[in-house]
């Protein structure tokens, strides 16, 4: 199943990919799930859409950064799309800009994303951030998360 962010992909050539940190993570969960196409997923999360600057699809507003992009490339390989893009803008929150290098990677305290597991209705993603695992579980439409100091 192809999501609704390949095919505005293909259907633009453009695309914005925002950088949501780990407290946002039962709202990109929310996002990722399977909406009838047309169904706008960041009002079903509560997020907000900005105009990006360079490239017609929008950007999240409560992301810390942004990367917005233009399609040069596609491949499809089995059921995974690849899409290579040019770099066309990048910004970030009036917070970040102050911050130094080590500062920023800090303040975003993005998710690293380790595994997904499906046994039957029950659908597992493990992820960590700085010092913590978070183990979010997906059982008929309802969600529990775990966490636990590493």
């Excluded at 709202?27 to 009002?43: A, D, K």
């Excluded at 929008?58 to 995974?80: D, F």
Aim: hydrophobic share 40%.
């Amino acid at each position: 199943m192809k999501h609704d962010t390949y095919g505005n992909v293909m259907e633009t050539g453009e695309s914005a990919i925002d950088m949501p940190s780990a407290d946002m993570i039962r709202e990109m969960w929310v996002t990722q799930r399977h909406f009838p196409y047309g169904t706008n997923e960041l009002e079903e999360a509560h997020l907000t859409a900005v105009r990006s600057d360079n490239v017609t699809p929008r950007r999240i507003k409560e992301c810390k950064a942004h990367i917005e992009c233009k399609a040069l490339w596609t491949k499809t390989i089995g059921s995974t799309s690849l899409v290579l893009g040019s770099i066309e803008a990048v910004s970030m929150s009036k917070e970040m800009e102050k911050l130094d290098v080590k500062e920023r990677a800090i303040a975003l305290n993005r998710l690293i994303f380790f595994s997904y597991q499906r046994e039957e209705s029950v659908r597992k993603w493990m992820f960590a951030q700085m010092g913590r695992i978070h183990i979010l579980t997906e059982k008929d439409g309802e969600i529990e998360m775990k966490s636990e100091i590493i």
